[in-house]
Nanobody, 125 residues
Framework: QVQLVESGGGLVQAGGSLRLSCVASIRTFRSNAMGWFRQAPGKEREFVAAVSWRGANTYAHYVRDRFTISRDNAKNTVYLQMNSLKPEDTAVYYC???????????????????WGQGTQVTVSS
C-alpha cells in the first residue's frame, strides 16, 4: 500500500524558514514525479512545487526564489525548503506522487495519484 508521510511543519515567524519532508513508501519512487501542494483555510488547494524523476523542478510564481524542492531517491524522500516565509504561506502542505514517467512534472493536482495527510505550516506576522 502506498503511503506518503509529511513532517516538518510548525509555527514560524515571518521571514523564517522551515523544511518539510515527505517519505514515500512507493516501490517506483525513482520514476515518480513528486509535488507539494497547499491549502489555506477557505481556499482551494494550490500547486507549490514539483520535481520530476530526473530532478527537473517547477515552481508556482508565488514561491519561486523562496522555496526549493529536492529529492533523495536513496531515502524515498522529497523535501521542500521554505525560506523568507510570509503569513500568506500559512496552509496545510501536502505531498503528492505522480505515477507516470514524465520529462517535466505536472502542476495540476489531478495528475497526482497518491497524497499524504498534510502538515500544518503557520507563519505569524
Amino acid at each position: 500500500q502506498v503511503q506518503l508521510v509529511e513532517s516538518g511543519g510548525g509555527l514560524v515567524q515571518a521571514g523564517g524558514s522551515l523544511r518539510l519532508s515527505c517519505v514515500a513508501s512507493i516501490r517506483t519512487f525513482r520514476s515518480n514525479a513528486m509535488g507539494w501542494f497547499r491549502q489555506a483555510p477557505g481556499k482551494e488547494r494550490e500547486f507549490v512545487a514539483a520535481v520530476s524523476w530526473r530532478g527537473a523542478n517547477t515552481y508556482a510564481h508565488y514561491v519561486r526564489d523562496r522555496f526549493t524542492i529536492s529529492r533523495d531517491n536513496a531515502k524515498n524522500t522529497v523535501y521542500l525548503q521554505m525560506n523568507s516565509l510570509k503569513p500568506e504561506d500559512t496552509a496545510v502542505y501536502y505531498c503528492a506522487a505522480d505515477s507516470r514517467l514524465l520529462i517535466a512534472p505536472e502542476t495540476g493536482e489531478n495528475s497526482y495519484d497518491y497524497w499524504g495527510q498534510g502538515t500544518q505550516v503557520t507563519v505569524s506576522s
